[in-house]
């Protein structure tokens, strides 16, 4: 008898559920660990929740009349584990009249795992240019990336076949499908569409939570691509080490967008991703920045 995949619907809601951080005192929160995860905690989570933690502490911050988060950096200091939940302290910087600032530390069993900054801004108009979206095929003419897993499932051991193929809130569609298996040198350029599996709501908040958990998703990859290494190389490492998002427009994250990386620099085991956000009808309504662990662990002696 085979377990019964959750529908689209339950895989957005159980997402929006993860990144509904708890308050459990003033400035104080609880971020709980994602149904069926194994090991390290996916970073993008982690940003995802501490940003939900400061949007709580600025009033209005999923209203119109209220600040509205526009950037957030944030530094890796240690992997978090599922096994735990994750405690987010908020620190309120600076409350101004049209900008305020927050700093977020996230722990888990009293060690501090991420350190973040975010800065909220009450919108107003001004003047207004951007990058133009590449030119790529639509997302309706390409395969998913679950489809592309479930094809190179047939060629993993079986103690990876369940997380490869495990079914994921976010659908994604590259543009340059990714070799999972024995990858080999490429240029350090990915474009993927992306969008949450099924509607959830239209609390402004909540979809800048999610852009921002999946732009964690197909960064850090995009500096190994020019070596022909990724997670599945034996005795290769790496981790993010820190993250930057910038969020210019009002997004929906239950519709398709483009995310457009490259990689401009790698070098002293660390790899340089940049990323641009777009909507299907070409808005840039974020851009990316992580550098990470890049390394071939040495042979033990």
Not at 14 to 20: H, I, K, R, T
Request: charged share 25%; with cysteine; glycine share 8%.
């Amino acid at each position: 008898m085979t377990d019964t995949p959750p529908t689209p619907a339950a895989l957005a809601a159980d997402l929006v559920d993860l990144l509904d951080v708890e308050e459990i005192d003033t400035d104080l929160y609880r971020g709980r660990r994602s149904a069926g995860g194994v090991g390290r905690v996916f970073g993008g989570q982690v940003i995802a929740q501490a940003l939900q933690a400061a949007q709580r502490s600025t009033d209005g911050a999923g209203e119109s009349d209220g600040k509205i988060a526009h950037s957030l950096h944030a530094y890796f200091m240690r992997a978090g584990s599922e096994d735990h939940p994750i405690i987010y302290r908020v620190v309120r910087d600076f409350e101004g009249r049209s900008f305020a600032t927050r700093r977020v530390i996230a722990m888990q069993r009293g060690q501090p795992i991420l350190n973040m900054a975010a800065s909220f801004q009450l919108p107003e108009d001004g003047y207004h240019h951007q990058d133009r979206m590449p030119d790529v095929p639509p997302p309706e003419s390409l395969r998913t990336e679950a489809e592309l897993r479930a094809a190179d499932s047939a060629h993993v051991e079986e103690r990876f076949r369940k997380q490869l193929t495990r079914p994921r809130p976010i659908e994604i569609r590259p543009v340059y499908p990714r070799k999972w298996f024995s990858p080999t040198p490429a240029d350090p350029v990915q474009h993927s569409w992306f969008r949450v599996v099924a509607p959830v709501g239209d609390d402004p908040a909540v979809h800048r939570a999610i852009v921002a958990y999946a732009s964690d998703m197909a960064l850090l990859g995009t500096c190994m691509l020019p070596h022909g290494v990724n997670w599945t190389t034996p005795g290769f490492q790496s981790a993010s080490l820190d993250h930057s998002l910038w969020l210019h427009e009002p997004v929906r994250a239950d519709e398709w967008m483009l995310y457009a990386t490259d990689s401009p620099w790698a070098g002293h085991a660390r790899g340089m991703n940049r990323g641009s956000i777009f909507t299907a009808d070409g808005r840039l309504v974020a851009t990316v920045a992580q550098e990470g662990l890049i390394r071939m662990r040495k042979p033990r002696a």
